[in-house]
């Protein structure tokens, strides 16, 4: 089955600077790669997503790019602010399959 | 909004005991599902359900059942709860791909 890793498993940085989290996956017939965002005591809330047919997509601060040929995808966030604090979870999925999780980034704003 | 509510946000049981953690949405999605989530682990999906009565297996069934009697309604069961199974539990609905997550529910095992 398909295997999504992902690093850093945290990430500190300062208010104002950029933050990226990168994901590997296994199955070259995974087309959509979503990105997830959970803060304290919530659960996961989607964030931004791609797909295969394309290799950027923005969404004011946050960015997913995506390489298919080398089965790798970041997301990029800029201007980090102290709210962006929250684990992050990349995943995929081949198909019309189920989604398989990375083990997820706590990101760390500092003011 | 997607509404999906768990009946519990904290739940303490003892080993050996059924336990049951109850899912409802508001959406009318076909697709519901149960992940278990750990430390350093990430999201595992358990079960998930694309209709009434129909139940699919995830990557880590063992020592868990599930129930789908309403289409808004997705009930995970641990039959005989160990200690093994203290976790935060999600549950989600949604298309298989674009899923919304209650706020979990965090069970202790004792």
């Known amino acids: 089955g398909e295997n999504v890793e992902q690093h850093p498993s945290t990430l500190s940085v300062q208010e104002g600077d950029s933050a990226v989290i990168k994901c590997t996956y296994s199955?070259?017939?995974?087309?959509?790669f979503p990105w997830y965002k959970q803060e304290l005591g919530k659960g996961p809330q989607l964030i931004i997503d791609?797909?295969?047919?394309?290799g950027e997509k923005k969404d004011q601060r946050i960015a997913v790019t995506l390489n298919k040929t080398a089965k790798h995808f970041s997301l990029h966030i800029t201007e980090t602010q102290p709210e962006d604090s929250a684990v992050y979870f990349c995943?995929?999925?081949?198909?019309?399959?189920?989604?398989?999780f990375g083990k997820g980034t706590m990101l760390l704003v500092s003011p | 909004d997607v509404k999906v509510t768990q009946s519990s946000r904290y739940l303490v049981k003892r080993t050996g005991e059924k336990v049951f953690l109850e899912c409802v949405q508001d959406?009318?999605?076909?697709?519901m599902f149960w992940y278990r989530q750990d430390p350093g682990l990430g999201l595992r999906l358990i079960y998930f359900?694309?209709?009434?009565?129909?139940?699919e297996k995830g990557d880590i069934p063992e020592g868990y059942s599930v129930s789908r009697e309403k289409k808004e309604r997705f009930s995970l069961i641990l039959e005989s709860a160990s200690t093994n199974q203290t976790s935060m539990y999600l549950c989600?609905?949604?298309?298989?791909?674009?899923?919304?997550f209650g706020p979990g529910t965090r069970l202790t095992v004792t």
């Open positions: 995943a995929s999925a081949p198909g019309y399959s189920t989604l398989t």
């Open positions: 199955d070259s017939a995974s087309n959509y």
């Open positions: 791609i797909r295969s047919n394309v």
């Open positions: 959406m009318d999605h076909e697709n």
């Open positions: 359900s694309y209709d009434v009565k129909m139940k």
């Open positions: 989600a609905t949604g298309l298989a791909h674009e899923q919304y």
